[in-house]
């Protein structure tokens, strides 16, 4: 996997993990995956909203971070399944206590995404 870095510094591990997560779509993903192997086509089917490309781009960078793991099977037609890694696992239970922060804060974090801007007087 090819990091990028506007510095010649050390990139933090947070920075890692981020570059691995980051986007619209790949926590999704993670959060579909961690429900078990899944075919392409019901992953585009949970995840209301992703394009074809686009889902086939992020399972494959997923892929290439040793995060998602694509299985081929030898039938007619062909059948292939994403699932998560070992080091998918354990990056979905790291990311578990984020959700879980999310799930606790919702209604504070929908108020104050919904909230209309008061005119300046």
Not at 51 to 71: P, W
Request: include cysteine; proline fraction near 4%; charged fraction near 25%.
């Amino acid at each position: 996997m090819e990091m990028s870095s506007d510095t010649d510094h050390e990139v933090c591990g947070m920075s890692l993990a981020i570059d691995v997560v980051g986007g619209k779509w790949k926590m999704h993903l993670m959060w579909v995956l961690g429900e078990g192997p899944q075919r392409f086509g019901q992953i585009r089917r949970l995840l209301d909203g992703v394009s074809e490309k686009v889902l086939a781009e992020n399972l494959r960078q997923l892929e290439a971070s040793g995060i998602a793991h694509r299985e081929v099977y030898a039938e007619v037609p062909p059948r292939v399944e994403y699932s998560l890694t070992a080091l998918g696992e354990e990056l979905a239970v790291a990311l578990r206590p984020l959700g879980e922060w999310g799930e606790l804060r919702r209604c504070e974090l929908e108020a104050v995404a919904c909230a209309v801007p008061e005119a300046v007087s």
